[in-house]
């Protein structure tokens, strides 16, 4: 049944039943939460032998991880991450707990210093970055932290509008920047394709220092056997003559635990030397300890493969129950569209234009907290008030099935009122 | 003897007998290391129980330590800091594995966003930083990187010349900060006065925005029993209506792991808001895991003094060695100077003016690391040529011996040498 095209008369009656359905919820007394892209606890137990597994922490090379030095981090776990995402170890540089402080670092050394010799941000009138929409709300932070203006680029399934990142990049030096989640993005789930990663690559860009925040947050973050592949943006720039483009982030964060995973920053030889510059400046190094720590549990490629699919193995059948409900309830309801990720930690729904903060109100009203309406953009902006991110992984299946209870009868109503008063 | 008293040809005499000892040492092919302020591997065993020892990883309140979240930190190991260092938990914000990142973090905010309205420092013509010296080389990094100028004051026994401080900071208002490492200063060991702490959070500065880095690194690290007491800088500076005055700072790094510690900022109750106000674009939350794992090692502010009792067992004979071997080498001899610290990682030696970096070079030639001379000064620039700073912690006694050996040749024959010049 289409909404959309129901009779006045019709949407009245079916709003006075969604109405009483609504009351009826209230009795439930419900405290459910599907804001935060959290794994849970059954996830976190998967890497619970991190937390009391004996590790030889001596490294291979004789360095004790538990003493201070080796800024870079250690040897194995550079080569264990560079062959995992296929990038020279000699080109990585290990962070800590989680990559987001390396791509505040990252963003704030551009601002502060500059790389390379061309004027550092902070000195320019005028930033602008480029945040394909909807995005990540972290990204869109730190940029409106310094001041950074962010203009919105549509990003479909297989990347951004690179018609429009293109047009925006070539005359206009003040474009710095773009972030990035390239695999099962957060929150569409949107995986770059291979020419539109070598587009961004590739483009001529009016700035010469301009940087993509390559945020691989999800990067073997797979629900099904078949995951998506990654074209290496860093061999791309480098093959387009742009090597020191690229800032590209991963992290254990959702593999291990999050917040106490091994976080990474690669980029070509020379912005590796300029960040670890940098870095010396800062610290004297990261928890070596929790890097051989970390590899001690995966020990190979094939054991972080093998973890990942034990993650997906409880987190696809909470998608499956999302996306489902969503096809039993709203398919050709003209009211609702969302996106069926492969992989990573969200779906992404649109409602009617100018519904979506009504359907968050709606069920927190009820005792469903959701993502606020608007987080997925930039200045928690959405133009047209419809994007909402579902995120499924930390309730059990029970607590889903009764999420998505409250999510179909809110997000019902909120369309049928907002179809009465047109 | 006073080698300075000696005639031409006494000294001629002397310095034949001492090249001829330096020809010998070559015989030895040392390769010691007193350079670097790292722990030892018998200091690091103490705590090797935290590598594996089982720890209730769901905090008390409820919260799991493995998920996301608690941006400021759990609330125990903030009581267990606070109860330790006497500061209330709600003013304390824990960090990473190191304080510097901290340091850093707090500088870098104060330069791109200004504190409380005022201007941020980048946007000013000039800031200048009071450095006492000699003093911890890292901290004049994290200034030299920002381009602040560091104005040298010494640094006594019982804390900076402070008649120099308050006059430094009282007309000129681009005097934004200080650096101090109040309890066994690195690298002398000097101990600030309850007298000098409380004229630092009294003073009157032209700088609204002055800050003091208060890196108290070793507040608990000390050598003998009766350790020495630092009065609390923060309810000085409350007292005095400069509350805001003051970022507090201290790690385990130096009582667990080094580089794996936990680490702490503490100030205000309005600097600790700004703080945690940019801190939310940085991170989601520093590692809760190992906040757990430690506070679980500890158990009580009790259970950290008895381990540091027991560093303090393997350092004090190192540090006696050093001290007993200069008294009964150079007491009298007019050519070394050196301090006497109760605790902390480090011994300042001061030679004859000029000699410092010829007796550095002449114990690299012969096997023996020591920390670059100057390195203790801003610019590495010693104005004297005079400072060396000892690291006695990592050797073990027999090493530490031989270095000795080395350093009081070499440290003689520069000191004759230049008699010879005169």
Request: aromatic share 10%.
């Given at each position: ?8 008369a019709?949407l009245a009656?079916?709003c ?12 439930h007394?419900h ?13 976190l137990?998967?890497s619970n032998?991190l937390?009391t597994d ?7 090379n ?7 030095g080796v ?9 264990f991450?560079g062959?995992i995402?296929?990038?020279d170890p000699n080109?990585i ?9 390396l ?14 010799g ?11 970055f480029?945040?394909p ?6 990204h869109?932070t730190?940029?409106?932290e ?5 203009i919105?680029?549509?990003?479909y ?9 293109e047009e ?5 030096p ?14 569409t ?13 590739a483009m ?5 220092d301009?940087k ?13 056997d078949?995951?998506e592949?990654l ?7 480098e ?10 982030f991963?992290?254990?964060?959702k593999?291990t635990f ?8 690669a980029?070509?030889?020379?912005m590796i030397?300029?960040?670890?510059g940098h ?6 190094g990261?928890?070596?300890t929790?890097q051989l ?6 020990k190979?490629h ?7 699919k034990r993650?997906a ?5 909470k998608?499956?129950?999302?996306l489902?409900?969503f096809e039993s309830?709203?398919?050709g309801?003209g009211?609702?569209s969302?996106?069926?990720?492969k ?9 009617l234009?100018g ?6 109100a709606l ?8 993502t ?13 008030d419809?994007n909402i991110?579902?995120?499924?992984s ?5 607590e889903?099935?009764d999420?998505?209870?409250?999510f179909?009868?809110c997000c019902?109503l ?9």
């Amino acid at each position: 049944m289409n909404i959309t095209e129901l009779s006045k008369a019709e949407l009245a009656g079916l709003c006075a039943d969604l109405e009483k359905q609504y009351e009826g919820l209230k009795a439930h007394d419900h405290k459910l939460d599907m804001s935060r892209g959290k794994p849970s606890a059954e996830q976190l137990d998967l890497s619970n032998d991190l937390l009391t597994d004996p590790f030889p922490y001596i490294s291979a090379n004789g360095t004790d991880s538990r003493n201070y030095g080796v800024l870079e981090g250690l040897p194995e776990i550079r080569e264990f991450f560079g062959d995992i995402l296929g990038i020279d170890p000699n080109n990585i540089i290990i962070g800590g707990n989680a990559s987001l402080s390396l791509e505040y670092d990252a963003l704030m050394r551009m601002w502060v210093f500059g790389s390379k010799g061309a004027t550092p941000w902070s000195k320019l009138p005028k930033v602008k970055f480029i945040c394909p929409v909807p995005g990540y709300d972290r990204h869109f932070t730190m940029l409106e932290e310094l001041g950074i203006e962010m203009i919105n680029v549509d990003l479909y399934d297989d990347g951004p509008d690179m018609d429009k990142v293109e047009e925006l990049v070539k005359y206009d030096p003040s474009v710095k920047g773009i972030f990035c989640v390239p695999l099962y993005s957060n929150p569409t789930g949107a995986c770059y394709s291979d020419e539109k990663t070598e587009r961004l690559a590739a483009m001529k860009t009016a700035a010469e220092d301009f940087k993509i925040f390559w945020d691989n947050a999800y990067g073997i973050h797979h629900l099904y056997d078949e995951g998506e592949k990654l074209a290496n943006i860093l061999d791309l720039c480098e093959k387009h003559g742009n090597a020191d483009r690229v800032f590209y982030f991963f992290s254990t964060s959702k593999i291990t635990f999050a917040g106490a995973g091994v976080s990474l920053v690669a980029a070509s030889a020379d912005m590796i030397k300029e960040i670890r510059g940098h870095m010396f400046c800062q610290t004297i190094g990261y928890d070596k300890t929790n890097q051989l720590r970390t590899l001690n549990f995966f020990k190979t490629h094939g054991g972080i493969e093998e973890h990942m699919k034990r993650h997906a193995a409880i987190l696809r059948p909470k998608f499956e129950l999302v996306l489902n409900r969503f096809e039993s309830e709203f398919a050709g309801s003209g009211i609702l569209s969302w996106s069926k990720p492969k992989g990573g930690y969200f779906i992404s729904v649109n409602t009617l234009k100018g519904c979506a903060k009504e359907t968050v109100a709606l069920c927190k009203g009820v005792g469903l907290t959701l993502t606020g309406a608007g987080a997925a953009f930039p200045y928690k902006k959405d133009p047209d008030d419809s994007n909402i991110r579902i995120a499924p992984s930390y309730p059990d299946m029970k607590e889903l099935a009764d999420a998505l209870d409250v999510f179909c009868i809110c997000c019902r109503l909120a369309a049928v009122r907002k179809l009465l008063e047109n």
